[in-house]
Nanobody
């Protein structure tokens, strides 16, 4: 049973920073890609940043490139998202997730992920 727990959300002013963490239990391992997604009311869940199984490759949504950095520590079963220069449009519920399969290619599609945490709220005020 895979379980994912996010932490680190909160409220910040525009221009501020937050660091989200995801702690995994069960089989996370270095064979599965992982990612961060966000969702706001009335909108579909969108991929923010994803990372390859061993952490070598990453990809991110165009809106966060240069501001957000994803990383993982497979030895500790953790994943992080460093968010800098936050904007009000970054507001949302942030989820960490694990890929359904061991497909090594990066994907920002929520449908490619089968295990999800409960989410942590990020609110950025102007």
């Amino acid at each position: 049973q895979v379980q994912l727990v996010e932490s680190g959300g909160g409220s910040v002013q525009a221009g501020g920073s937050l660091r989200l963490s995801c702690a995994g239990s069960g089989y996370i391992g270095e064979n599965y890609g992982m990612g961060w997604f966000r969702q706001t009311p009335g909108k579909e869940r969108e991929g923010v940043a994803v990372i390859s199984p061993r952490g070598v490759n990453t990809d991110s949504h165009d809106s966060v490139k240069g501001r957000f950095t994803i990383s993982r520590d497979n030895a500790k079963n953790t994943m992080s998202l460093e968010m800098n220069s936050l904007k009000p449009e970054d507001t949302g519920m942030y989820y960490c997730a694990r890929r359904r399969t061991t497909d090594p290619f990066l994907s920002l599609r929520a449908t490619d992920f089968g295990y999800w945490g409960q989410g942590t709220q990020v609110t950025v005020s102007s």
